[in-house]
C-alpha cells in the first residue's frame, strides 16, 4: 500500500497514477466505495448542471448554516489551494484532517481481491466523502464534477438532486446536444425522491427520464419560481413553490442576473425536504445575506473596479456580458482573458467583445489550455481590431496581463478576468503574494 507524510505528496501522486484524467464510470469506484462502507445518516443534496453549480451549492450551505445545522459541502475545481473543495460549517478542511482518509481509501482499494486504479478527482471524492461521514453531520451538500450519470459523486444516493442549467459544454464525454447533455445530467436523479430542475427550457430527454424512474420532478416555471419586485423601492423577490411561499427576500450576496433562479432551485430543494431539514424565514434571509463565492462575478472592493468570473462557456459568457452591461458607465474595461483549448473559446468572445476594449490575453500553464497565440487570432477573427479605443497584446501568465492592465487603468476603467478557473486562480495568487 503506498503511503505519503503530506497531502500535497498524495496529490502529486494521484495526477500521475491512474493513466487517463477523466475515466466516465462508476464501476471501480462503485467498488472502493463498497469495501469503505461509505454511507449517509444526513440528508445529501447533489447538485449538477452546466453553470451555476457552485452558486446553488453556496446557497445552500449558506441557509443550512444559518439554521444552525453541521453542513458538509464538496465542491470543485479549486482556486487557490485543494482543501477548498471540503469544507464543515464552512471551514475548509485541513491536511491532517484530510490525510488520514486518504489512507482508508488507498487501504481500502489495495484490500480488494483485484485492485482498481482511481482518477484523481474519484480518489479525491471519496476521501472527502469519507471525511464527512465520520463526522455526524446534519447535512451533506456535492457538487457533480462533469455531468452526472457517470460523475464519481454519483455513488452516492442523493435525497434531492438539482440540476441548475443545461447547455452545450465537455461535448467529447458528454455529446454535442442539449438533449444528450440533459440525459447525462438527470443521471444523477433517483425513484422516488425530489428531482428539481432550474433550467427554464429543459431538454424532454430529461424530463422522460425523470418520468421513466419515477423520480418528483419539480420543473422551474411549472413547480417553483420566483417572482421579482424590480423597481420598487425596497430591491425585494418573492420565492413560490408548491407548498411553500417565502415572500419579501432581499436579493443573494452573489451578484448577477442569473442568481435568483440558483437561489429559487436552492430553496426548492429546502422545500422539498422540509420534514427533515427545517429552515425558517430568518434562517433564509440570513443565508441569503452571508452567501460568498469566490470567482462568480465577484466585484473586489476600490478602484479601479475588478471583476473576477469563472466563465469558460458561452452559456456564462452571455450572463457575464449581462452582469457587466448593468454595472454603469465604465471608461475602458480591460479583459485578463485565458481558456481551455477544448471550449468553444469564439462563442465565448462573441458575447463579450461589446463589453470589452482591450484585451489582455494569457497563456495557462496546462497542457489542455489555448495559447495566447491561439486567443489572438479568435479574437481577431470576431473583429476586434488595434486601434487607439481597443488593443490585444499577449502575455505568459494571467498574473503579467494583469499587470500589464492595472499599469494602463484608470479609476475610470474596470478589469474583468475570466475564462478559466485557472485564469482567476492566476490572477487571485498574485494578488495575494502582492499583500503578503
Known amino acids: 500500500m503506498t503511503h505519503f507524510p503530506t497531502l500535497d505528496a498524495w496529490l502529486a501522486h494521484l495526477e500521475s497514477a491512474h493513466p487517463v484524467g477523466i475515466d466516465m464510470g462508476l464501476t471501480r469506484i ?135 442549467s443545461i447547455d452545450i459544454d465537455h461535448t467529447e464525454y458528454l455529446g454535442e446536444t442539449r438533449e444528450k447533455i440533459a440525459y447525462e445530467k438527470a443521471g444523477i436523479f433517483r425513484p422516488g425522491r425530489p428531482a428539481i430542475c432550474a433550467d427554464p427550457a429543459p431538454p424532454q430527454t430529461l424530463i422522460d427520464h425523470a418520468q421513466a424512474i419515477g423520480a418528483e420532478l419539480w420543473l422551474f416555471g411549472r413547480d417553483f419560481r420566483y417572482e421579482g419586485q424590480a423597481g420598487s423601492e425596497r430591491q425585494q423577490w418573492s420565492y413560490v413553490g408548491p407548498t411553500a411561499r ?15 433562479i440558483n437561489t429559487a432551485a436552492a430553496l426548492a430543494a429546502l422545500e422539498a425536504l422540509r420534514d427533515r431539514l427545517p429552515v425558517s424565514a430568518q434562517d433564509v434571509r440570513l443565508g441569503l445575506a452571508n452567501v460568498e463565492l ?86 481577431r477573427t470576431a473583429g476586434v481590431k488595434d486601434s487607439p479605443d481597443s488593443s490585444i497584446s499577449r502575455f505568459a501568465s494571467p498574473a503579467e496581463a494583469f499587470q500589464d492592465a492595472l499599469s494602463r487603468v484608470t479609476d475610470d476603467d474596470r478589469i474583468v478576468v475570466f475564462g478559466s478557473f485557472y485564469t482567476v486562480a492566476g490572477v487571485m495568487a498574485y494578488r495575494k503574494s502582492r499583500r503578503h
Open 294 to 379: 469566490p470567482g462568480r462575478f465577484q466585484v473586489l472592493p476600490g478602484r479601479p473596479s475588478i471583476v473576477l468570473d469563472v466563465a469558460h462557456n458561452p452559456h456564462a459568457a452571455a450572463v457575464l456580458a449581462q452582469n457587466l452591461g448593468s454595472m454603469g458607465f465604465f471608461r475602458y474595461t480591460y479583459a485578463v482573458f485565458g481558456a481551455m483549448r477544448d471550449k468553444d473559446i469564439a462563442g465565448v468572445v462573441k458575447h463579450l467583445k461589446g463589453e470589452i476594449d482591450h484585451w489582455c490575453l494569457a497563456d495557462l500553464p496546462i497542457g489542455r489550455a489555448a495559447s495566447a497565440a491561439d486567443l489572438d487570432e479568435i479574437v
Open 30 to 164: 462503485g467498488k472502493v466505495k463498497d469495501a469503505l462502507g461509505l454511507a449517509f445518516d444526513c440528508p445529501v443534496i447533489t447538485v449538477g448542471g452546466t453553470n451555476g453549480k457552485g452558486s446553488t451549492c453556496a446557497m445552500l450551505e449558506s441557509i443550512l448554516r444559518a439554521s444552525g445545522y453541521h453542513v458538509g459541502c464538496h465542491t470543485s475545481p479549486h482556486l487557490l489551494e485543494f482543501n477548498e473543495r471540503a469544507r464543515i460549517d464552512g471551514h475548509n478542511a485541513t491536511d491532517d484532517e484530510l490525510l488520514p482518509h486518504f489512507e482508508a481509501v488507498e487501504a481500502a482499494r489495495t484490500r480488494l481481491a483485484e485492485p482498481v486504479s482511481l482518477t484523481y478527482f474519484e480518489f479525491t471524492t471519496l476521501a472527502i466523502l469519507h471525511w464527512f461521514a465520520s463526522r455526524e453531520l446534519d447535512a451533506v451538500i456535492l457538487e457533480v464534477g462533469l455531468g452526472g450519470r457517470l460523475d464519481a459523486v454519483n455513488i452516492i444516493d442523493a435525497d434531492c438532486a438539482i440540476v441548475t
Open 246 to 260: 417565502r415572500s419579501a427576500l432581499a436579493y443573494p450576496a452573489l451578484r448577477g442576473a442569473n442568481q435568483l
